[in-house]
């Protein structure tokens, strides 16, 4: 059984599991308890928009419509997310659902079915396969639009995003530099992945923009210099703008989305990486072998290579270096 969330996960596994269940799909049908969000959907209905992406801002788990609307939850101690494929047996009452989010073809048996059977037909591909996600139990579960979403006090915002027009080198840099005062211990892999930081970059170039600054991903902030922290913005600046010219269109390859993983993919993308998803090859550079680590609370693959990226010892920091894996793990999971 795939998708249920387990106990005490992060919300980051939680946002990135729904990315990967619902994220470029259509919604099918949108079902709620909750009045407010119903009266939105009889005004504006959910079902035939995309969901663009769904995020993790500290406690809140953010699910990007088309058409400019955005559930937004709070995953105080009682709410979760859960994925079911269809006809999978939800393992909370149904009492407990606040919100039901589905993609994928609706078969005619199980649409407001009881007994929820395994549909005849359905294959197990990722690609035509449903999912329900449902929410359980959430205090706080609203609609916004980017607007008011940017007016809210509550939901954390997001740092300069650094593909937008107004971003420069000041401006990412600033926001580096304001992240290593406030949290001097946080790891610069760990930071560049954080949107309220600075918005855009997601798992692939955290790892890339590190290697191309020669900057050991897991090195505290207060170890990071000026210098590069102007190398990584430019960096990040620089690769992002290629990475959308080549996709035509914001949001491929861009959010912290690695996708349904399908092989051929992965290996074009690992074709095109310096280090991401190259654990074990040799580093395009010194020929080192390229070493991978779990980083942070979200447990995100670091890639890295030990020479280019040499670590400083530093004040508050491991005298030795972090050591990674250089072997190929084969994940053959596709849940979080
Ligand atoms: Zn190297």
Same mark, same amino acid.
């Given at each position: ?10 919300i ?5 599991a729904l990315?990967k269940?619902?994220?470029g ?28 992406r769904?995020e ?39 009492r ?10 609706v ?10 059977r395994f ?10 396969a ?9 205090q ?19 740092g300069?995003d ?11 840099? !600033?926001?580096? =530099? $304001?992240?290593? /005062?406030?949290?001097?211990?946080? #790891?610069?892999?760990?930071?560049l992945?954080?949107? &309220? ?14 290697f ?8 505290q ?15 990040s600046?620089?690769y ?11 949001g491929?390859?861009?959010?912290t ?9 992965a ?10 998803? !190259?654990?074990? =090859? $040799?580093c395009? /550079?010194?020929?080192?072998?390229? #070493?991978?680590?779990?980083q942070?609370?979200?447990? &995100?693959?670091?890639?890295?290579c ?6 400083k ?22 849940g979080?």
């Amino acid at each position: 059984m795939k998708g249920l969330m387990p106990e005490g996960d992060t919300i980051y596994r939680t946002a990135r599991a729904l990315q990967k269940a619902l994220g470029g799909r259509v919604v099918t049908r949108f079902e709620t308890r909750l009045a407010k969000l119903a009266s939105v959907d009889d005004d504006t209905p959910l079902a035939g928009r995309t969901v663009e992406r769904v995020e993790a801002r500290g406690k809140w788990c953010l699910i990007f419509f088309s058409g400019d609307l955005i559930l937004v939850s709070h995953m105080l101690m009682s709410g979760s997310w859960h994925i079911y494929r269809f006809g999978e047996k939800w393992r909370l009452p149904k009492r407990m659902m606040r919100v039901v989010v589905t993609v994928g073809e609706v078969p005619n048996t199980f649409a407001g079915d009881e007994k929820r059977r395994f549909p005849s037909g359905m294959t197990n591909k990722e690609d035509s396969a449903g999912f329900e996600a449902v929410l359980f139990n959430a205090q706080v579960a609203e609609f916004h639009t980017a607007r008011s979403l940017e007016r809210s006090s509550q939901v954390p915002k997001l740092g300069p995003d650094v593909l937008s027009a107004e971003f420069s080198l000041k401006s990412g840099v !600033r926001a580096l =530099q $304001e992240r290593a /005062r406030t949290h001097p211990e946080d #790891e610069i892999a760990v930071v560049l992945l954080n949107q &309220r930081v600075m918005a855009g970059l997601g798992n692939v170039y955290k790892s890339e923009v590190a290697f191309a600054a020669g900057v050991n991903p897991f090195r505290q902030m207060r170890t990071i210099t000026l210098r590069e922290m102007e190398t990584m913005v430019e960096v990040s600046q620089r690769y992002m703008r290629a990475n959308v010219n080549e996709a035509g269109a914001r949001g491929e390859g861009i959010v912290t989305y690695t996708g349904p993983r399908r092989t051929t993919r992965a290996m074009d993308r690992s074709d095109r990486t310096w280090v991401y998803g !190259r654990q074990g =090859q $040799e580093c395009r /550079r010194c020929g080192a072998a390229i #070493e991978m680590r779990k980083q942070g609370v979200a447990v &995100r693959s670091t890639y890295w290579c030990p020479q280019c990226q040499p670590w400083k010892a530093a004040e508050g920091q491991s005298v030795d270096a972090p050591v990674g894996r250089a072997m190929v793990v084969r994940r053959r999971k596709i849940g979080c």
